[in-house]
């Protein structure tokens, strides 16, 4: 499967964003999708996944109750809605998939084989 990772921007302290993963390529319902990011300077970091199938959500503690992630089997596309966005959650943020994905893998950027190019969101004060 392909990614292509979008929405990425400049938004305001406190505003909100929409990123979208879409996948090519057939069997995509049978894909876990995560999102991570990399802020500059430090390690890439989980933010969220979708279990393929049942669509079962993961959420990192510091975006719980911010962020919302959402896929459409249909459009093979998964969504990261992020709302209340501070300065800290300015990064580069990556799309992954991985098939069939155990329940405890989701937040382990090891066991994700595709990737997307990545998009930068800013988040200024």
């Known amino acids: 499967v392909q990614l292509q990772a979008s929405g990425g921007g400049l938004v305001q302290a406190g505003g909100s964003r929409r990123l979208s993963c879409s996948a090519s390529?057939?069997?995509?319902?049978?894909?876990?999708v995560a999102w991570f990011r990399q802020a500059p300077g430090k390690e890439r970091e989980f933010v969220s996944a979708?279990?393929?199938?049942?669509?079962?959500?993961y959420y990192s503690d510091f975006v719980k109750g911010r962020f919302t992630i959402s896929r459409d089997n249909e459009k093979k596309t998964v969504y990261l809605q992020m709302n209340m966005l501070q300065p800290e959650d300015t990064a580069v943020y990556y799309c992954?998939?991985?098939?069939?994905?155990?329940?405890?893998?989701?937040?382990?950027?090891?066991?994700?084989?595709?990737w997307g190019q990545g998009t930068l969101v800013t988040v200024s004060s």
């Open positions: 992954a998939a991985a098939s069939f994905l155990h329940d405890d893998y989701h937040t382990v950027e090891r066991y994700y084989n595709f």
């Open positions: 390529g057939r069997g995509f319902i049978n894909y876990s």
């Open positions: 979708v279990k393929y199938g049942v669509g079962t959500t």
